[in-house]
């Protein structure tokens, strides 16, 4: 019995002007009929990712003459028509198009939207939701109206309106109730300080206690509010009032103090960078080994140099969690896992952090530490050589019994290089 199958053609065509865009994608179809080709076709199509700001367009099925049971499909992507401005939501997009008129009356401004919804009515609710939430406004103008058509379009989209007016023009033509955003958002920053305000329009409400109760409901416990004011505009019959919401932050101090030292520290060593020579009559070669002896190798202790530095960061104490904290423990002793503040990975292990903050302070200082031993390239260990080994790795070797000339030496058979670090993104350590 014949099995529907599908195959996607090599290659796609995909054309593209300033006002639209469009993808197409071949297929063939084996299926004992023109129906059964169609059908399974039509249900795999509906199963295609659609690419960013496009949408599923014609869908095109045609029997090949050349072979029996055997059809060509072509799917179409699109650009919707009008032209997207903005994928809000997938049930949700701005389309190019906006609209601004001025005459004596007053400036207009008209943005348009497609939504998808099960009725105009919650297309309406849907939108207005949205464009109160993002609280954006156009220059010094309020929100006046909000409306959607009746019908859909070929795609069952709604199509939408938003239109802002001139904050002179409050009145008989003002539609929306509630709280709405109103003309435009203040910003203003000091040395210490940021602090953003961002007007609302108050309709609907009988007396100012209960439009101000009505934004108290709102912004009265949120985050960040440094204050709520509302006052009442006098011009025409109904009451309107204007409200202001300011969000206010202490601006944290983020530069950066650096220090550093270098200093020597004793390492054991087992082995030296060459032997400059040996004398005497029972001189042998031990290929660079230190201090020799029947049971094992002795080896030296030397003074290596070994960098650290410290990094001081200024944090808004919101930012220092119990969780950063622990965060930061858990990190403890681990080595930079890729290249940072010009050390190649493997070189820098970060080996502490100290800090701290008063309730009523506005910044916390946190001086992390870190400690540098340099990546080492072509290390030779008697007669071996170990190509790489990162600087927080560990070395070891083993050794063994040989018996040359008549004497039985230690040499070393094997060198390990072992991983005893963890590594880390040293930026998510807060320190960039």
Same mark, same amino acid.
């Given at each position: 019995?014949?099995?529907?199958?599908?195959?996607?053609?090599?290659?796609?065509?995909?054309?593209?002007?300033?006002?639209?865009?469009?993808?197409?994608?071949?297929?063939?179809?084996?299926?004992?009929?023109?129906?059964?080709?169609?059908?399974?076709?039509?249900?795999?199509?509906?199963?295609?990712?659609?690419?960013?700001?496009?949408?599923?367009?014609?869908?095109?099925?045609?029997?090949?003459?050349?072979?029996?049971?055997?059809?060509?499909?072509?799917?179409?992507?699109?650009?919707?028509?009008?032209?997207?401005?903005?994928?809000?939501?997938? /049930?949700?997009?701005?389309?190019?198009?906006?609209?601004?008129? *001025?005459?004596?009356?007053? #400036?207009?401004?008209?943005?348009?939207?497609?939504?998808?919804?099960?009725?105009?009515?919650?297309? !309406?609710?849907?939108?207005?939701?949205?464009?109160?939430?993002?609280?954006?406004?156009?220059?010094?103008?309020?929100?006046?109206?909000?409306?959607?058509?009746?019908?859909?379009?070929?795609?069952?989209?709604?199509?939408?309106?938003?239109?802002?007016?001139?904050?002179?023009?409050?009145?008989?033509?003002?539609?929306?109730?509630?709280?709405?955003?109103?003309?435009?958002?203040?910003?203003?920053?000091?040395?210490?300080?940021?602090?953003?305000?961002?007007?609302?329009?108050?309709?609907?409400?009988?007396?100012?206690?209960?439009?101000?109760?009505?934004?108290?409901?709102?912004?009265?416990?949120?985050?960040?509010?440094?204050?709520?004011?509302?006052?009442?505009?006098?011009?025409?019959?109904?009451?309107?009032?204007?409200?202001?919401?300011?969000?206010?932050?202490?601006?944290?101090?983020?530069?950066?103090?650096?220090?550093?030292?270098?200093?020597?520290?004793?390492? !054991?060593?087992?082995? *030296?960078?060459?032997?400059?020579?040996?004398?005497?009559?029972?001189?042998?070669?031990?290929?660079?080994?230190?201090?020799?002896?029947?049971?094992? &190798?002795?080896?030296?202790?030397?003074?290596?140099?070994?960098?650290?530095?410290?990094? *001081?960061?200024?944090?808004?104490?919101? &930012?220092?969690?119990?969780?950063?904290?622990?965060?930061?423990?858990?990190?403890?002793?681990?080595?930079?896992?890729?290249?940072?503040?010009?050390? /190649?990975?493997?070189?820098?292990?970060?080996?502490?952090?100290?800090?701290?903050?008063?309730?009523?302070?506005?910044?916390?200082?946190?001086?992390?530490?870190?400690?540098?031993?340099?990546?080492?390239?072509?290390?030779?260990?008697?007669?071996?050589?170990?190509?790489?080994?990162?600087?927080?790795?560990?070395?070891?070797?083993?050794?063994? #019994? &040989?018996?040359?000339?008549?004497?039985?030496?230690?040499?070393?058979?094997? &060198?390990?290089?072992?991983?005893?670090?963890?590594?880390?993104?040293?930026?998510?350590?807060?320190?960039?």
């Amino acid at each position: 019995m014949m099995k529907t199958k599908i195959e996607e053609l090599l290659g796609y065509n995909h054309t593209k002007s300033p006002n639209s865009e469009t993808i197409r994608r071949a297929y063939y179809i084996t299926a004992a009929s023109e129906n059964l080709a169609r059908s399974e076709f039509l249900e795999y199509a509906d199963q295609l990712t659609v690419p960013q700001e496009m949408e599923l367009g014609d869908i095109e099925i045609n029997e090949d003459k050349n072979a029996p049971n055997l059809f060509f499909a072509t799917v179409t992507f699109r650009t919707p028509e009008p032209r997207l401005k903005k994928r809000i939501a997938d /049930d949700l997009f701005e389309l190019v198009g906006d609209r601004r008129t *001025s005459n004596r009356q007053g #400036d207009t401004y008209e943005r348009n939207f497609r939504i998808k919804s099960a009725s105009a009515l919650d297309a !309406h609710q849907r939108l207005e939701s949205y464009i109160r939430s993002s609280a954006l406004t156009v220059g010094r103008m309020h929100l006046n109206e909000v409306n959607v058509d009746e019908v859909t379009d070929a795609d069952g989209f709604y199509l939408g309106r938003v239109n802002y007016a001139n904050p002179d023009t409050f009145g008989g033509s003002d539609k929306v109730y509630g709280i709405v955003p109103a003309y435009g958002t203040r910003h203003s920053a000091t040395k210490n300080s940021i602090e953003t305000e961002q007007v609302y329009q108050l309709r609907g409400y009988n007396n100012a206690d209960a439009a101000m109760n009505a934004m108290l409901g709102i912004w009265g416990n949120a985050q960040g509010v440094a204050g709520i004011d509302l006052e009442e505009n006098t011009e025409g019959t109904e009451r309107l009032y204007t409200g202001r919401v300011r969000y206010a932050k202490e601006r944290p101090d983020t530069t950066a103090q650096v220090g550093f030292e270098v200093s020597c520290t004793q390492t !054991h060593i087992t082995n *030296s960078i060459r032997t400059r020579g040996g004398w005497g009559p029972a001189a042998r070669w031990y290929g660079g080994l230190i201090g020799v002896t029947n049971d094992g &190798v002795e080896g030296v202790d030397i003074d290596t140099a070994v960098g650290s530095f410290t990094l *001081s960061r200024f944090f808004h104490p919101v &930012v220092v969690t119990p969780m950063f904290v622990q965060y930061l423990t858990l990190m403890c002793g681990r080595v930079n896992q890729s290249p940072w503040k010009g050390y /190649d990975a493997g070189e820098v292990r970060f080996i502490g952090a100290t800090g701290g903050f008063r309730r009523d302070a506005s910044v916390c200082e946190i001086t992390y530490k870190f400690a540098v031993s340099p990546n080492t390239y072509g290390i030779q260990v008697g007669d071996i050589t170990v190509p790489f080994k990162y600087g927080w790795d560990y070395l070891w070797v083993r050794y063994a #019994d &040989v018996f040359e000339n008549d004497v039985t030496l230690k040499k070393p058979i094997a &060198v390990y290089v072992e991983q005893v670090y963890y590594g880390v993104n040293m930026s998510t350590l807060g320190v960039g």
